[in-house]
């Protein structure tokens, strides 16, 4: 699988940026797909995952009820969209392919397949 990440940019913090996560091979639709974030100086912090098959989602509390994923089934795409940004959002964000189980969507370890990552700047 191979993955391809896009979308980030400078944005007002209220303000609304999509990351896309464009992927290919065979069996990509097996796969959980997932965003982490690092921002300047910090670790890498799980942000969301979703499964292809099935939809099940996981968010990290941070941004519950304010990052969403879609999917584009013809353009092979998973999408996050990203509302109401805050400033401690600013980081380089990177999607991943992996088969974790739901209670292990947050083990960075658990992702074989890593995308490059995409600079989000939220200004305050």
């Known amino acids: 699988v191979q993955l391809q990440a896009s979308g980030g940019g400078l944005m007002q913090a209220g303000g609304s940026l999509r990351l896309s996560c464009t992927f290919s091979g065979r069996s990509f639709r097996n796969y959980v797909i997932a965003w982490f974030r690092q921002g300047l100086g910090k670790e890498r912090e799980f942000v969301g995952a979703?499964?292809?098959?099935?939809?099940?989602?996981r968010y990290a509390d941070s941004v519950k009820g304010r990052f969403t994923f879609s999917r584009d089934n013809a353009k092979n795409t998973v999408y996050l969209q990203m509302n109401s940004l805050k400033p401690e959002d600013t980081a380089v964000y990177y999607c991943?392919?992996?088969?974790?189980?739901?209670?292990?969507?947050?083990?960075?370890?658990?992702?074989?397949?890593w995308g490059q990552g995409t600079l989000v700047t939220v200004s305050s």
């Open positions: 979703f499964k292809w098959n099935g939809g099940t989602t």
């Open positions: 991943a392919a992996g088969n974790p189980v739901l209670s292990a969507y947050d083990h960075a370890d658990l992702y074989r397949n």
